[in-house]
């Protein structure tokens, strides 16, 4: 079993930047690929970012490529998301997903396991 965990949400103004966590528990975190995806009111949850698990490779919804960064560290097992120029739409509940790809990293039916999310509000 794996557990995920998110922290590093809240409340910044549209231009800031905030930096999301996710800290993983159980089996060997380096096996698995790690997504974000976020969800706002009334809409379906969404892919945000990807990163395989070697750590080469990274994968970005269009609007947030540019503005986000995916990143990892297989001692630490955590999982990062640097986000940038933040604006009112990427307001959301965010989620951190572990799972092994086999198709698309866009697709949430890759990853087995998820977080409880942790919400980012932006204002305008």
């Known amino acids: 079993q794996v557990q995920l965990v998110e922290s590093g949400g809240g409340l910044v103004q549209a231009g800031g930047s905030l930096r999301l966590s996710c800290a993983v528990a159980?089996?060997?975190?380096?096996?698995?690929?790690m997504g974000w995806f976020r969800q706002a009111p009334g809409k379906e949850r969404e892919f945000v970012a990807a990163?395989?698990?070697?750590?080469?490779?990274?994968y970005y919804g269009d609007s947030v490529k540019g503005r986000f960064t995916i990143s990892r560290d297989n001692v630490k097992k955590i999982v990062l998301l640097q986000m940038n120029s933040l604006k009112p739409e990427d307001t959301a509940v965010y989620y951190c997903?572990?799972?092994?790809?086999?198709?698309?990293?866009?697709?949430?039916?890759?990853?087995?396991?998820w977080g409880q999310g942790t919400q980012v509000t932006v204002s305008s």
């Open positions: 159980g089996r060997t975190f380096s096996n698995y690929d």
């Open positions: 990163i395989a698990r070697s750590g080469d490779s990274t």
């Open positions: 997903a572990a799972g092994y790809v086999s198709r698309s990293y866009y697709r949430q039916r890759e990853y087995d396991y």
